[in-house]
């Protein structure tokens, strides 16, 4: 009945796109410092005369909400009770951009639509079928019995759509398919789905491990970690900051998280911007071919997310990056955004798509189910 999303939570452009039934798409620009202002402007819109499908907020049976950090607790989607909400508290330790946002987002639809049942479908819960060699880090294993620390992974909702849907697409079997998903948005993540079952990701305890992300430094010497804190004076939380808030395309780059900001840099003549935006695609490649290690070969790759759906330059170079795999990219197919489709050509080994992402059907399905 209607779709849309919030953006650049926290920039002075903040806006709220609604797409409406006959497709028109309408932008909202104000500016949201944090996310219950995004909750408010997305309850109004939707019964805004003009653009809304409803005539009251009443008609509003349940809400579902992605939760970024489940733990070991939760492995698949809840209804969410003041229990839920004290165990996503516990959570937030480990995922302090999302967590914190994610309850907020729970407790503003409270305020307003208080009896509606809610349900958080977490995004960690679905890659709890990765083995344990894979989610294990070699740490002293006591750490992992007090703490639970793991690999957890995340955008679990946004690699089971794309993998299941990428199958159906091409008309495959997926429990006979080799796939690595690349969702690579402001926060990014490569899983390996193996026979229809998530067995690696790149993300790990917190969603900072793995790509060079919009604000996320991604993978990094952890012998770094404590020679920048001890020459920078950071606590702990400092460090958390600088790597989760301000590394990435922005620390490198000095200019923005946004990948179409660096693509402006970098037309304006910004080496660093090139720079990073380099490293970006080296990351992406590499996790590739770790997948298609970690499985014993790869017959999908898909490209999902705000960058992997809407960026040819980035896709073609790591797909060119590809072709010791016999991964060949069909230049014209790949001018494409925010469509499905096959960009490689008819006789590369490895079938490479774009798949726009569906976490909100993802979310909405569980929702229905459970209440
Ligand atoms: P999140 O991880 O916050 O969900 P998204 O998946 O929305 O992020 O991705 C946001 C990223 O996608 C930003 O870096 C943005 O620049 C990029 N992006 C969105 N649209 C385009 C586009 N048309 N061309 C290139 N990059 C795009």
Redesign the pocket.
């Known amino acids: 009945m209607a779709q849309g999303g919030v ?1 650049k939570i926290g920039l002075p452009d903040s806006f709220l796109q609604v797409k409406l039934p006959n497709g028109e798409k309408v932008k909202i620009e104000k500016p949201m410092p944090e996310h219950t202002v995004g909750i408010q402007l997305i309850l109004d819109s939707l019964v805004d005369p003009k653009i809304g499908c409803l005539k009251d907020l009443k008609e509003i049976n349940a809400v579902g909400h992605r939760v970024v950090h489940g733990g070991e607790k939760f492995n698949q989607s809840v209804v969410i009770t003041p229990e839920v909400k004290k165990q996503i508290i516990e959570c937030s330790e480990l995922a302090p951009l999302h967590n914190p946002a994610n309850l907020k987002g729970i407790e503003a639809i409270e305020k307003t639509l208080s009896r509606v049942p809610q349900v958080a479908v977490f995004d960690s819960a679905l890659q709890q079928t990765m083995p344990d060699y894979a989610y294990m880090y070699a740490l002293p294993y006591e750490l992992y019995q007090k703490y639970a620390i793991r690999r957890y992974g995340f955008h679990g909702t946004s690699h089971r759509y794309v993998s299941a849907r990428v199958c159906e697409f091409l008309g495959v079997d997926p429990s006979k398919q080799k796939i690595v998903t690349a969702h690579i ?3 990014g993540s490569c899983a390996a789905v193996l026979n229809g079952k998530s067995v690696d990701t790149s993300m790990g305890l917190t969603p900072v491990e793995g790509l060079v992300m ?1 604000t996320r430094a991604g993978d990094l010497d952890l012998g770094a970690a404590t020679f920048i804190m001890d020459k920078e004076g950071l606590s702990t939380a400092e460090f958390n900051n600088l790597v989760n808030k301000k590394s990435g395309l922005l620390g490198v780059s000095g200019v923005s ?4 900001d660096i ?1 402006a840099a970098i037309k304006s003549g910004n080496k660093r911007a090139e720079l990073v935006r380099n490293m970006f695609i080296y990351r992406v490649k590499k996790y590739i071919g770790a997948y298609a290690a970690a499985m014993n070969g790869v017959d999908i790759i898909v490209f999902t ?3 992997g759906e ?2 040819p330059f980035i896709r073609g170079e790591v797909v060119k990056g590809l072709s010791f795999l016999g991964a060949k990219l069909d230049e014209q197919a790949n001018n494409v ?1 925010g469509e499905e489709r096959v960009i490689s050509t008819k006789d590369s080994k490895v079938t490479v798509c774009v798949i726009p992402t569906d976490e909100e059907l993802m979310i909405a399905s569980d929702t229905q189910a459970l209440v």
Do not use: C, K, Q
């Open positions: 953006e948005g402001n926060g919009g998280n946004d990948a179409r693509d997310g705000g960058i809407n960026d955004r």
